[in-house]
């Protein structure tokens, strides 16, 4: 089993629909948490930290699920531009902040 | 600043020959890191730099070595290069967290490299 779990997708959804990613961790030491958007060829960019309390960042919204290991990724009004691959990143933390990734999932938009 | 610079951007090699790819950052971070990206498999950490002066194997350290040359330069060699290590290569660093913050990964354009 991997550490980092997600539906690879693809998730294709018209403009201006919601959308739900989620992700799964294994490793309860986990310390901080992540969504990075890479487009295609590109390398990941940050999207926004995942916090305890969840964060609204426009129309995205990520929450997570300490109990349950468990993180979500909410996009409102979906627009072309969002098409990208969403990437579950988790921290194990410690002196080394090792980061480790899941395998993306990807989303078209479609006009 | 440029952020996390990488070169070269594409590189096309024959088993068995070596090469190095160079990696800098202008962001004064303390830990650098290099990953290869395959279709399916995600970003997986080759080595890693959590400060000048130190480096560590990750997952998929085999037939790779690296040098942290200073805080900004961290590179990566293949000695003898095979098809299997065709991919696609980042390098990164990582800021410190602050207050409230977690700490964030910058990453380098990538290298695609080809073995034949």
């Known amino acids: 089993r991997k550490e980092v779990e997600q539906d690879p997708g693809p998730f294709n959804v018209p403009e201006g629909a919601t959308v739900a990613f989620n992700c799964t961790y294994s490793?309860?030491?986990?310390?901080?948490f992540f969504w990075y958007r890479q487009d295609c060829r590109k390398e990941p960019k940050l999207l926004m930290s995942v916090y305890s309390s969840g964060n609204e960042d426009g129309r995205f919204t990520a929450q997570l699920n300490r109990a349950s290991q468990y993180i979500s990724l909410l996009i409102r009004d979906s627009k072309l531009s969002d098409s990208a691959t969403y990437l579950c990143?988790?921290?194990?933390?410690?002196?080394?902040?090792?980061?480790?990734f899941g395998t993306g999932t990807l989303l078209a938009v479609q006009p | 600043n440029a952020g996390v610079t990488q070169t070269p951007k594409f590189q096309v090699l024959k088993t068995g020959q070596s090469m190095t790819l160079q990696c800098a950052q202008d962001?004064?971070?303390?830990?650098m890191y290099w990953y290869r990206q395959d279709p399916g498999m995600g970003l997986r950490l080759i080595y890693y730099s959590a400060s000048e002066g130190t480096t560590d194997k990750g997952e998929v350290p085999n037939g790779y070595n690296v040098s942290r040359l200073n805080k900004r330069e961290f590179s990566l060699r293949l000695e003898s290069a095979a098809p299997s290590q065709t991919s696609v290569y980042f390098c990164a660093s990582l800021s410190p967290a602050s207050g409230s913050s977690y700490n964030e990964q910058f990453f380098g354009p990538g290298t695609r490299l080809t073995v034949l």
């Open positions: 962001m004064n971070h303390n830990s």
């Open positions: 990143v988790v921290n194990r933390g410690g002196a080394t902040n090792k980061l480790i």
């Open positions: 490793n309860s030491a986990s310390q901080s």
